[in-house]
């Protein structure tokens, strides 16, 4: 299971105690959101993406939509998210459970700015009905990534 995964991916920072896991499912904003206890905008939802024939992945605040204009204007190309087939092969997680932590080598991960007024958001840990609380420089760290991006806007 893809959450061992990132249990296991996170040792290396001691963070791997402090996965939640939920008794319902957590596979959208608004059902992370409730299995948390926090506004939808504190769900770090993971998008992901095919740019050049690689896997991409967008962390942004989960009251965002990624705008076509700016998306293109960063990527040179159009927005093309990966079936739930793709997500799996490409990125390591499935469906619901996305998360840019212990995911497949050559995914490329980008964090949107959306998430930066946040002290702490929730990402998914691997699993529907997992996430873990990080602040932004643990997504940082925890991702690999200190790619910042702004490919969303407001709903």
């Known amino acids: ?3 061992e995964v990132v249990r296991e991916y996170l040792k290396q920072w001691g963070a791997q105690q402090r996965i939640l896991e939920f008794p319902v499912s957590s596979a959208t904003v608004e059902l992370a959101a409730q299995a948390v206890g926090c506004e939808p905008a504190r769900i770090a939802k993971t998008l992901s993406f095919l740019v050049d024939d690689h896997a991409v992945l967008v962390v942004a605040a989960g009251d965002q939509k990624v705008d076509n204009g700016k998306y293109k204007a960063f990527f040179h190309t159009k927005a093309k998210m990966l079936s739930a087939d793709q997500v799996t092969e490409l990125i390591g997680h499935a469906v619901g459970g996305v998360c840019p932590f212990g995911v497949k080598d050559g995914v ?3 964090l949107d700015e959306s998430l930066k007024r946040f002290e702490t958001v929730f990402p998914a840990a691997g699993s529907s009905n997992s996430a873990i609380e990080v602040t ?4 940082e760290q925890f991702s690999g990534s200190d790619k910042w991006v702004d490919v ?3 709903k």
């Open 1 to 3: 299971m893809a959450i």
């Open 108 to 110: 490329e991960i980008y």
């Open 136 to 139: 932004m420089e643990e997504l």
């Open 152 to 154: 969303c806007k407001m």
